[in-house]
T-cell receptor
Framework: KAGVTQTPRYLIKTRGQQVTLSCSPI?????VSWYQQTPGQGLQFLFE???????NKGNFPGRFSGRQFSNSRSEMNVSTLELGDSALYLC??????????????FGEGSWLTVV | AQRVTQPEKLLSVFKGAPVELKCNYS??????LFWYVQYSRQRLQLLLR??SRESIKGFTADLNKGETSFHLKKPFAQEEDSAMYYC????????????FGTGTRLQVTL
């Protein structure tokens, strides 16, 4: 079974630009969540989508947005990039967003550098 | 607000020595606790969760609600245990929304 796939793996953007990152979950997984990882703040939850609906949201500004398609693939977008947005963005998928034994599988991440 | 604290950034032990990676949490309800591990050049992966009460790769962790701790233990460290370990918490019913600690790098030396 293929794992969580994220594209692109590496990208460099300029301040003020926008970026879109893509995530393909494991087949059959309907929940996709996104995390930002930085040396200073560690791993922080961005948002989670389940069946095309945002189910949970972290404490990030509105510049960070996401969506999920009917095939469970997800994208996240960051508009008006700032230097502080430089980070590793991780996508994770699971069978559902409920409790009780769901294993969350992470992708390798997309490395974003803002210059 | 929920919080996970891993007090040690780096833990260095000799091969064969016991390992204990500390994790404390603050949460007002009933949390679900997890340990994730990231080996060199690999993706973050689940090591174990408290509800399973299982031992994975010789590691165990017991949820102590009185002390709000979920320390990870292994009686005899192996070289292949060297990795970054993250403790994480989720609110019951939101298993996909994890609050992570800052991580502890375990270094097992000969």
């Amino acid at each position: 079974k293929a794992g969580v796939t994220q594209t692109p793996r590496y990208l460099i953007k300029t301040r003020g630009q926008q970026v879109t990152l893509s995530c393909s979950p494991i087949s059959g997984h309907r929940s996709v969540s996104w995390y930002q990882q930085t040396p200073g703040q560690g791993l922080q939850f961005l948002f989670e989508y389940f069946s095309e609906t945002q189910r949970n949201k972290g404490n990030f500004p509105g510049r960070f947005s996401g969506r999920q398609f009917s095939n469970s693939r997800s994208e996240m977008n960051v508009s008006t990039l700032e230097l502080g947005d430089s980070a590793l963005y991780l996508c994770a998928s699971s069978t559902s967003s409920g409790t009780g034994g769901n294993t969350i599988y992470f992708g390798e991440g997309s490395w974003l550098t803002v210059v | 607000a929920q919080r996970v604290t891993q007090p040690e950034k780096l833990l260095s032990v000799f091969k064969g020595a016991p390992v204990e990676l500390k994790c404390n949490y603050s949460y007002s309800g009933s949390p679900e606790l997890f340990w994730y591990v990231q080996y060199s050049r690999q993706r973050l992966q689940l090591l174990l969760r408290h509800i399973s009460r299982e031992s994975i790769k010789g590691f165990t962790a017991d949820l102590n609600k009185g002390e709000t701790s979920f320390h990870l233990k292994k009686p005899f460290a192996q070289e292949e245990d060297s990795a970054m370990y993250y403790c994480a918490l989720s609110r019951s019913g939101t298993a996909s929304k994890l609050t992570f600690g800052t991580g502890t790098r375990l270094q097992v030396t000969l």
